[in-house]
Each structure stands twice: as structure tokens, then as C-alpha cells.
């Protein structure tokens, strides 16, 4: 079974260009997460997907960022323009999504790593 | 506010002998923890969880404890091997409606495994 698939795995842009990163979930899960993980912290939560539509995005930066999952499938997040502080990893990871299951697992991908100059 | 805590950056331990990582949380309303590993350069891979209604959970080399009233888990993982040397974190999760599920992570503790 595949995993979570990423793209690009390495990004190096000045501030305030934009950014774009792409997340194809396993096959099946119908919950997608994007996380940011700076250096030395565990990964925080920027946004939560069911299937086409957005569960939770309490903690995603709104004047800059932007994530869609158009078609339920693979997701893109958008940051414009970047700041120095977006430096980071940015990590996708996808679940199963069946609602009330008790025990739902976050399987992730190999994240981008972000360098803004 | 950190709701999730491993109070230990890093351990160090001799190959063949118990690792324990320690984690605190603050928030009653974490019913699931999970446990992650990670090599540098790579994403989090899934290692061992445990629901809230249980008090250990056993696979293979790797043992989660959970204490609900002192709000605290840890993970033993004997015989520590070189190959386990990684950072380790800790997850916990609250339901927050039908499909929603929030994931706190906490700082992650680094473990190396001395040959």
C-alpha cells in the first residue's frame, strides 16, 4: 500500500514570494491534515480535510495561508506572501476519517522542508 | 499552553538495555495517544497507541503505559537497539465532533541508542 506522497520535498524561496505544496493521502482515508513543524517542536495543526471539506482551521494563518482538497483526494497549501517565521517543515498526513471509530491513526508523509530567505 | 509534554529533549542509553520515554498532558479530554517516530529528513512514522479505556498496550519491543489520573503515559522500549534512534513523539487526541479529531503533539524527546 502506498503512503502519503509529497511534493516538492525541498523549497527555498525569498520573502514574500509564494509557496505552493501538494499531499496525495492513502488511498481510501478521507481525513487529510496539513501540520507545520518548526525546528526543535512537535508538528501543529494548521488544517483538517473530510473528504472535500474543512473540519477545523482554527490554527491556520488566514491572511496567508490557504489549503483546498477540491475533489476529496490530494490537497494543496498555499502560503502568499511568505514571511521569515514560515520557515519550517510542512507535513500532510491523511486517516481513515470513519466518523465516530474510537481509534482513528495519522499516517504522514515525508513532509517539505521550507526555507524562506 | 502546552498541553502535551515531554519533559526530557534527550536520552541516551546503552544498546540492549530499557528506553523510557515520558510524556505529561494537561487536557482530560485526550482519549487516544499515540507514539511517533522520526528519522531527520522523513515524516513521522506511527509506532504505538493507546485508548484512554486501556492501561498498557503491548507490540513486540514496545510497551505504552498509561496513568489517566496522574495524566501521564510513557514508552518502554526493551532491548533498545541502535536502530531506534530517532526522535520520539508524543500525540494525544480529543474527538471534537463526528469526523473531527485534534491531534496535539508534544516537543519530542531525542533517543540515542549507544552501541
Known amino acids: 500500500e502506498a503512503g502519503v506522497a509529497q511534493s516538492p520535498r525541498y523549497k527555498i524561496i525569498e520573502k514574500r514570494q509564494s509557496v505552493a505544496f501538494w499531499c496525495n493521502p492513502i488511498?481510501?482515508?478521507?481525513?487529510l491534515y496539513w501540520y507545520q513543524q518548526i525546528l526543535g517542536q512537535g508538528p501543529k495543526l494548521l488544517i483538517q480535510?473530510?473528504?472535500?471539506?474543512?473540519?477545523?482551521d482554527s490554527q491556520l494563518p488566514k491572511d496567508r495561508f490557504s489549503a483546498e482538497r477540491l475533489k476529496g483526494v490530494d490537497s494543496t497549501l498555499k502560503i502568499q506572501p511568505a514571511k521569515l517565521e514560515d520557515s519550517a517543515v510542512y507535513l500532510c498526513?491523511?486517516?481513515?476519517?470513519?466518523?465516530?471509530?474510537?481509534?482513528?491513526?495519522?499516517?504522514f508523509g515525508p513532509g517539505t522542508r521550507l526555507l524562506v530567505l | 499552553d502546552q498541553q502535551v509534554k515531554q519533559n526530557s529533549p534527550s536520552l541516551s542509553v546503552q544498546e540492549g538495555r530499557i528506553s523510557i520515554l515520558n510524556c505529561d498532558y494537561t487536557?482530560?479530554?485526550?482519549?487516544?495517544f499515540l507514539w511517533y517516530k522520526k528519522y531527520p529528513a522523513e515524516g513521522p512514522t506511527f509506532l504505538i497507541s493507546i485508548s484512554s479505556i486501556k492501561d498498557k498496550n503491548e507490540d513486540g519491543r514496545f510497551t505504552v503505559f498509561l496513568n489517566k489520573s496522574a495524566k501521564h503515559l510513557s514508552l518502554h522500549i526493551v532491548p533498545s537497539q541502535p536502530g531506534d534512534s530517532a526522535v520520539y513523539f508524543c500525540a494525544a487526541s480529543a474527538r471534537t465532533g463526528y469526523y473531527g479529531q485534534n491531534f496535539v503533539f508534544g516537543p519530542g524527546t531525542r533517543l540515542s541508542v549507544l552501541p
Open positions: 498526513a491523511s486517516s481513515l476519517g470513519e466518523g465516530m471509530r474510537l481509534q482513528e491513526t495519522q499516517y
Open positions: 480535510f473530510q473528504n472535500n471539506g474543512v473540519v477545523d
Open positions: 487536557n482530560s479530554m485526550f482519549d487516544y
Open positions: 488511498s481510501g482515508h478521507a481525513t
